[in-house]
């Protein structure tokens, strides 16, 4: 497994991390025991990184992972904050970040949190100084060790790399999702601030095995959020067409198989090496999927962003490249 160097953190993580909002069973059922082997499986494959929010589960993915951290120090946990109550600036006060705060590290048994995210706030908190006053005193009086921002478009990203105490800003970003590579990597190269990656496989997209017949259950956002009813559209099927999607995903895993690959690991392995990213943190329901997940990391130098820009203008671009 490569790493990574987080500059402003002071430290490095592996390339492929692992995203558990899955192990809240907020959608799909998994066992305790089952996100356990999950958990294990990724720190064998050697993952050193993983990404939670106090909402997944409400509160069950940072117990669960709080659970295994307590024998595996090692780990990295970033958590995220703020989706606990109604999206207004006004909610994201001093008040509300003790509380969330204090909840999430109830919830992992540590005194100082590694890395807490503002998770996908409104663009007026992330142009708000007073939140990151309020972050920063968080910082000195010992409750967070760093902070960083979750956002939705690339704007609200390069807003957040503008600010010195920012550490990391997570976002959508795969195959079919290019717009960050425009502006946000380079701006964070230049300010050190780490990039998480995250819905890395468009949803299940591009794992090649959906087709236009593939159902999904009510619970899952794959269903209920296709069209943007719960929260931003661009989080599920990273906002494509789903039928176009499957299309693209098809092409995807042909250029896959033709390097010898399968289609989720090289779209993960592709991902990871891009300049500018620091982690990739796609979900696991399965210990084979985990440990399949992890092996991108140790893939060869993969240069396929000359075909991934043909496929992504060609189906993607005009749709949406302008809305995130």
């Known amino acids: 497994m490569r790493t990574t160097p987080m500059t402003r953190l002071g430290r490095s993580v592996s390339a492929i991390g692992l995203g558990t909002w899955q192990l809240g069973a907020d959608w799909g ?20 990184i993983f990404d939670t929010a106090d909402v997944y589960g409400d509160g069950r993915s940072e117990q669960i992972i709080g659970r295994f951290a307590a024998s595996h120090p090692e780990v990295f946990i970033a958590t995220k904050i703020g989706r606990r109550l109604e999206q207004v600036p006004e909610n994201y006060s001093m008040e509300n970040f003790r509380a969330w705060t204090d909840r999430s590290r109830a919830n992992l048994g540590t005194d100082t949190l590694d890395l807490v995210q503002l998770h996908c706030p409104p663009s007026a908190v992330i142009e708000s100084d007073a939140v990151f ?3 920063d005193s968080l910082v000195e009086e010992g409750a967070i060790a760093h902070y960083g921002v979750s956002v939705e478009t690339a704007d609200q990203a390069l807003t957040a790399i503008a600010r010195p105490g920012v550490a990391s800003v997570q976002i959508i970003l795969n195959a079919f999702r290019l717009k960050p590579l425009d502006a946000v990597l380079p701006a964070a190269i230049d300010a050190g601030v780490a990039i998480i990656a995250r819905v890395p496989l468009a949803s299940g997209l591009l794992s090649g095995k959906y087709t236009k017949d593939t159902t999904f259950a009510a619970d899952d956002h794959r269903n209920y959020n296709r069209h943007g009813a719960a929260f931003d559209v661009g989080e599920t099927f990273s906002g494509v067409d789903y039928d176009e999607g499957v299309a693209a995903a098809q ?3 042909a250029l896959a198989e033709q390097i010898g690959l399968t289609a989720p690991v090289a779209a993960l392995a592709w991902l990871s090496q891009l300049p500018g990213v620091t982690t990739v943190i796609p979900g696991a329901r399965n210990v084979a999927q985990a440990e399949s997940n992890a092996s991108a990391g140790a893939v060869k130098l993969l240069d396929l962003t000359p075909q991934i ?7 993607f671009r005009a749709e949406i490249h302008h809305r995130w």
């Open 251 to 253: 092409e995807f895993a």
């Open 29 to 48: 059922d998994v066992s305790e025991t089952d996100a356990t082997a999950i958990l294990e499986a990724s720190v064998e494959s050697g993952v050193t």
């Open 309 to 315: 820009r043909e496929l992504y203008d060609r189906r």
């Open 133 to 135: 006053d309020n972050l």
